[in-house]
């Protein structure tokens, strides 16, 4: 018997090791998981590289997940010297975009988004890295423990990089310790709501709430994001036939103008002084999704001339659509706030293109399809919410072509101003330093909407840009240095990094 075990014990030895190895490395994704490119020191090259120095024709090194050159065509011999190259000819290297505005549901309401789906759809989509908003998801994330929650719903879920905005609700905005906790858990600001949210653990707040938000922020020098707009007593709509549920222009009847411009009128009284040397210095009022380019857009102006520390972004479904077009019923289009006429869509692409618009984000905001009622048609009651996380860029520059949008612009609204917003300096452009975080496309190719497209968001019927075309096609996504996405593919492990502030 003894004879035996001192047979067999190399091979138990063997056999233990091999189980040691195989365990480890099963516990944590190899490189080439996370990659669909088995390098992690190579070159992109291309005619067209978009940096903050403008347009070049040339290269961009990356090493282990970061710029770490950029070297223009005419000092480039490229030569099998240099390591890999990846030659992209015409197509555009751009910066990956930032989606400050993205609600992926998870944990809780996976079912109507979910972070797999979501950051898979990202990176087909050319984004690199999305802030998740704190509320459709279940629990709302308002404190530490549901921040924990996120985090872990997150974790090798996620194909992108994602960051987490928290919420500010009456039930934490006087509690300063508890805001405090949140935000040294790695929040990267907060985001309340000026009117009813349409999710019951995520109430509104007011001025005062608001306030003390902002004296909490101003500490830590992070963002407040506010949904403005304050319900304004309106006259009672009649069922009848100029006001019928499936009408659009009844739904836009019931939320006009006036409720953003109340909002931010209330919200600019709170951020006045928050300019450099003012007495709130250090507090920031992001406005998110303006619809109004009216007397709120006038007011917002106002305040940036007086000094505050003001951004506001809108999305492209307010740049792509005007409520003119929407038909009877189709409650796709169905958003707060609502999407307005033309000549609004119009003056607000004049905003953004002027600077008064800072940015854009999706509003990402998905349901299940059941909620969209779809087959009923009402607008009152339907889910209100636009699903676009994949279509953003394509959005963006289709509907731009009319106003001259450059490279540059897309480069400055999606990701160099929103990287600023988050307070990522280590994202937003091609420079060296920076992460790898880019992609590439063909601004001139077309394509259709339909379901021969691979389609990643997780309910593709209920997105109002179904059944269109556009152009702008997608080949490749990095982030830091991963080769995350590539013309229907992803890579096979879900290898973002959770984005917490420091
Ligand atoms: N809860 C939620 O996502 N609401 C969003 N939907 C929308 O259309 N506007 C919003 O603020
Ligand atoms: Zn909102
Ligand atoms: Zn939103």
Same mark, same amino acid.
């Given at each position: 018997m003894d004879h035996f075990l001192w047979r067999i014990l190399p091979l138990l030895a063997l056999l233990s090791?091999?189980?040691?190895?195989?365990?480890?490395?099963?516990?944590?994704?190899?490189?080439?998981?996370?990659s669909l490119l088995p390098y992690n020191h190579?070159?992109?090259?291309?005619?067209?590289?978009?940096?903050?120095?403008?347009?070049?024709?040339?290269?961009?090194?990356?090493?282990?997940?970061?710029?770490?050159?950029?070297? &223009?065509?005419?000092?480039?011999?490229?030569?099998?010297?240099?390591?890999?190259?990846i030659d992209y000819g015409e197509a555009v290297v751009m910066p990956g975009l930032i989606d400050v505005h993205a609600h992926l549901d998870d944990p809780g309401r996976a079912e109507?988004?979910?972070?797999?789906?979501?950051? &898979?759809?990202?990176?087909?989509?050319?984004?690199?890295?999305?802030?998740?908003?704190?509320? !459709? !998801?279940?629990?709302?994330?308002?404190?530490?423990?549901?921040?924990?929650?996120?985090?872990?719903?997150?974790?090798?879920?996620?194909?992108?990089?994602?960051?987490?905005?928290?919420?500010?609700?009456?039930? !934490?905005?006087?509690?300063?310790?508890?805001?405090?906790?949140?935000?040294?858990?790695?929040?990267?600001?907060?985001?309340s709501f000026m009117c009813p949210s349409g999710i019951n653990d995520f109430p509104m707040t007011n001025a005062s709430h608001i306030k003390e938000g902002l004296s909490v922020l101003a500490k830590f020098r992070?963002?407040?994001?506010?949904?403005?707009?304050?319900q304004q007593d309106s006259e009672n709509y009649l069922e009848d036939d100029a006001n019928d549920p499936r009408h659009y222009s009844t739904y836009l009847k019931t939320r006009p103008p006036s409720w953003e411009e109340a909002a931010i009128r209330e919200l600019l009284t709170l951020s006045k002084?928050?300019?450099?040397?003012?007495?709130?210095?250090?507090?920031h009022l992001h406005i998110v999704h303006l619809s109004d380019s009216g007397s709120s857009l006038q007011l917002l102006k106002q305040a940036k001339r007086s000094g505050d520390s003001v951004t506001v972004e809108t999305c492209p479904h307010y740049l792509a659509f005007s409520a003119e077009e929407i038909e009877d019923g189709d409650t796709r289009f169905k958003c707060a706030p609502p999407i307005r006429n033309a000549a609004n869509r119009e003056a607000l692409w004049k905003a953004l293109l002027e600077g008064d618009i800072d940015m854009l984000s999706s509003d990402h905001s998905p349901t299940m399809p059941e909620l969209k009622l779809l087959n009923e048609g009402n607008f009152?009651?339907?889910?209100?919410?636009?699903?676009?996380?994949?279509?953003?860029?394509?959005?963006?520059?289709?509907?731009?072509? &009319?106003?001259?949008?450059?490279?540059?612009?897309?480069?400055?609204?999606?990701?160099?101003?929103?990287?600023k917003l988050v307070g990522k300096d280590s994202k937003g452009a091609i420079e060296v330093g920076k992460h790898a975080d880019i992609f590439v496309w063909e601004?001139?190719?077309?394509?259709?909407? !339909?379901?021969?497209?691979?389609?990643y968001i997780k309910h593709p019927s209920i997105s109002a840009y179904m059944g269109?075309?556009?152009?702008? &096609?997608?080949?490749?996504?990095?982030?830091?240095?991963?080769l995350v996405y590539k013309e229907g593919k992803h890579a096979s492990a879900a290898c973002g990094s959770l984005i917490l502030a420091k």
């Open positions: 090791s091999f189980l040691y190895f195989y365990f480890q490395n099963s516990s944590k994704f190899s490189h080439s998981d996370c190579y070159w992109i090259t291309s005619k067209s590289i978009v940096t903050p120095r403008g347009v070049i024709s040339g290269a961009v090194e990356v090493k282990e997940g970061n710029i770490v050159s950029i070297v &223009k065509e005419e000092d480039w011999q490229g030569n099998s010297k240099r390591g890999h190259i109507w988004e979910g972070f797999p789906s979501g950051t &898979k759809a990202a990176a087909a989509g050319g984004i690199t890295m999305l802030i998740d908003m704190p509320l !459709n !998801n279940f629990p709302s994330t308002v404190s530490v423990e549901t921040l924990r929650l996120k985090l872990e719903a997150a974790e090798k879920n996620i194909y992108v990089d994602v960051g987490f905005w928290g919420g500010l609700v009456p039930e !934490n905005a006087f509690n300063a310790s508890s805001l405090e906790a949140l935000l040294s858990a790695g929040v990267l600001g907060l985001k992070r963002p407040l994001l506010v949904h403005a707009e304050i002084d928050t300019g450099i040397g003012g007495s709130a210095e250090g507090a009152l009651k339907a889910w209100g919410g636009i699903s676009s996380l994949q279509f953003v860029l394509p959005v963006t520059w289709s509907y731009g072509q &009319k106003y001259g949008v450059t490279l540059e612009q897309l480069a400055l609204w999606w990701s160099e101003r929103p990287a601004p001139n190719t077309d394509f259709d909407l !339909n379901d021969d497209l691979p389609i269109t075309k556009l152009s702008g &096609k997608v080949l490749t996504t990095f982030v830091r240095g991963n």
